[in-house]
């Protein structure tokens, strides 16, 4: 089947600093891309549609300056946590369709 | 918005069946799916039916939909250790194009 890919897996980051996720369809062309959230313990929530070409979607109450996405390619999308907060610690996941949705392994984020 | 309800933990002897409910409101749904997310994991997708299904089996899982109850369920057969994960409903959204709503997800635990 499909595969998405994302990196990195696990990312360490300081307080005010900004890094970057990425999310790559390796075997088909994804012009839309989902980013979610999930906190310990508890279900994803989506942040943000990531469109090819153009801007993203963002969920309401998820702060686009904040989240930035990039969908520079058919087969890259990118999420920047901008300035993290230890309260950006989390589980971030992307999806894209092929013939069905499909998730990549996930990134956990820890901001110290 | 669309709303996803599982019950938050099950617990059952290796070799038992599981059998994993999920309530959702969006009556329009076309497809709905079954992820497994074991601990420190991404999703993997089991399974999935479409709206116009009762039924699909697929070897040791069975998904049953009741469409006018806007009930699933997931029955997994000779249940083992190694099923033992959290389990997450999830549903289209109607017009939404791909995005994904998941319930609150099941944590399944097998016991010996």
């Known amino acids: 089947g499909a595969v998405v890919s994302q990196h990195p897996s696990r990312v360490i980051c300081k307080s005010g600093t900004s890094v970057k996720i990425e999310c790559r369809s390796l075997?088909?062309?994804?012009?839309?891309m989902f980013w979610y959230r999930q906190f310990p313990k508890q279900s994803l929530m989506l942040m943000a549609t990531?469109?090819?070409?153009?801007?993203?979607?963002?969920e309401q109450g998820v702060e686009k300056d904040k989240f930035l996405i990039n969908h520079a390619s058919l087969t890259l999308s990118t999420l920047t946590v901008t300035s993290a907060h230890p309260e950006d610690s989390s589980f971030y996941i992307c999806?894209?369709?092929?013939?069905?949705?499909?998730f990549g392994e996930g990134s956990w984020l820890t901001v110290v | 918005g669309e709303d996803v309800e599982q019950s938050l933990f099950l617990s059952v002897r290796e070799g038992d069946s599981s059998v994993i409910n999920c309530t959702y409101t969006?009556?329009?749904?076309?497809?709905l799916y079954w992820y497994k997310q074991e601990p420190g994991a991404g999703l993997q997708l089991l399974t999935y039916?479409?709206?116009?299904?009762d039924m699909k089996q697929d070897q040791r899982l069975t998904v049953l939909l009741n469409k006018k109850d806007k009930h699933l369920s997931l029955r997994i057969a000779d249940t083992q250790t190694g099923d033992s994960a959290i389990y997450f409903c999830?549903?289209?959204?109607?017009?939404?194009?791909?995005?994904?709503?998941f319930g609150t997800g099941t944590q399944l635990k097998v016991e010996l």
């Open positions: 999806s894209a369709k092929e013939d069905t949705i499909y």
């Open positions: 075997d088909f062309q994804a012009t839309t």
């Open positions: 990531s469109n090819e070409g153009s801007k993203a979607t963002y």
């Open positions: 969006d009556s329009s749904s076309t497809y």
């Open positions: 039916i479409f709206s116009n299904m």
């Open positions: 999830a549903e289209i959204e109607t017009g939404g194009g791909n995005k994904l709503t």
